[in-house]
């Protein structure tokens, strides 16, 4: 998620953009939610991110409260709402290459010492709306023959999903792709679709993504030989962390990789990983 200006802590209610005010039990309640369904932790610091984000279902339903959306939402009869306003309230921010270079170092540290005969297998698991498993899937592919890589992301909220699925991003997104990679990956929009980045639908088509919530128990996915858990942990508490690193590090091959975000650490979470470079850890 990505933090808005917001007011101090101590503050008891927040104003929307449309002068409503989120109250205590609102805001504490909507809190409960993503930390119980999501295992996300969020701030007093969210609250006019959470009041902002909300505003647009207030509006869609023609409600004047937030006290009002909370009844509706918590309806049993609205589970699609809940499931919006989860969606809304999880929703991170994130773009191709990032932290750039755990990219490197897949390439240059992890890719060369794979075994030739067995299929390279990573995980994107809060791959949001997909650019990090297209990432991801871009530097396997200069070093791996297609038949020999497979690539997963997965995320717990399913609109951002249905972006990574149709693999269409902003114009701008570009700049964001190193040239190589932009030429032989990615198509530019027409028609319809002018002024969007495309990632190639053959190449797309290699790259399977899920839904699975983190906090809750794994299906079947196999093994992995990387796995990419970034700038999500921060989302959660010490507990949850734990939680979330122990169903993890079993879906990774000995001597699998786990990658973390930059502004992430392992440290005091108590789980058997060898750090191998700065946030880049590995299963013993």
Known sequence: MTSRDTPSPAATDAASPAGYRLGDREFETFRAMVLRDM???????????V???????????????????????????????????????????????REDEHFGFLAKTVIPARSPSAVFRAWSAACSTGEEAYTIAMVLA??????????????A?????????????????????????????????????????????????????LQINLVKPL????????????NVMIYFNRKTKREVLERIIPSLKP?????VGHMESLMGIGVELRKAAPSVYRVP
Request: include cysteine; charged fraction near 25%; glycine fraction near 8%.
């Open 39 to 49: 295992g996300i932790s969020l701030s007093a610091e969210k609250r006019a991110l």
């Open 157 to 209: 909220n399913d609109d951002v999903l249905s972006q990574a699925r149709s693999g269409v991003y902003p114009i701008s997104a570009r700049e964001e792709i190193p040239e190589p990679y932009l030429k032989k990956y990615c198509l530019k929009g027409v028609r319809s679709q002018e002024g969007t980045l495309l990632i190639d639908p053959a190449f797309a088509a290699g790259i399977r993504f």
């Open 255 to 259: 001597g699998g990789y786990l990658f």
């Open 51 to 97: 009041a902002g984000r909300l505003m647009k279902r207030l509006r869609h339903f023609g409600l004047t409260s937030y006290q009002d959306y909370l009844a509706l939402a918590l309806d049993e009869k609205n589970e699609d709402e809940r499931r919006v306003l989860l969606n809304l309230l999880t929703t991170n921010e994130t773009h191709f290459f």
């Open 219 to 230: 299906p079947v996915i196999g093994l992995f030989d990387v796995v990419f858990l970034r």
């Open 142 to 155: 200069e070093h791996i023959p297609a038949s020999s890589w497979e690539v997963m992301g997965s995320d």
